[in-house]
């Protein structure tokens, strides 16, 4: 099983940018980013292929967020522009369960890392 470990949380006012990144032990196949904030259940955030030639992205952050990888480092990336309180969650990577295609549900999740906190204030 793949490891994963997050980093770059933080906090930042409502407009800014964070980096997160995403080591992971290996090379996972397809790689994502899910987010669950107080209360709600986890979400898709984006995910992008094995190769990096294709990504997906849930609509509440299309043109905000931009996820990437570095293959030869087995890092991810989400740079997060833009930022809304409504971004505020806990952000957690995830490598695809033997897919190496673009991914959005939890049910293509094989490994979680363990979160990070996000918070934007208003």
């Known amino acids: 099983q793949v490891q994963l470990v997050e980093s770059g949380g933080g906090l930042v006012q409502a407009g800014g940018s964070l980096r997160l990144s995403c080591a992971a032990s290996?090379?996972?196949?397809?790689m994502g980013w899910f987010r669950q904030a107080p209360g709600k259940e986890r979400e898709f955030v984006a995910s992008?292929?094995?190769?990096?030639?294709?990504?997906s992205y849930a609509d509440s952050v299309k043109g905000r967020f931009s996820i990437s990888r570095d293959n030869p480092k087995n890092t991810l990336y989400l740079q997060m522009d833009s930022l809304k309180p409504e971004d505020t969650a806990v952000y957690y990577c995830?490598?695809?369960?033997?897919?190496?295609?673009?991914?959005?549900?939890?049910?293509?999740?094989?490994?979680w890392g363990q979160g990070t906190q996000v918070t934007v204030s208003s």
């Open positions: 995830a490598a695809g369960k033997d897919t190496r295609v673009v991914f959005s549900t939890t049910e293509r999740v094989g490994s």
């Open positions: 290996g090379r996972p196949y397809a």
């Open positions: 992008i292929s094995w190769s990096g030639g294709s990504r």
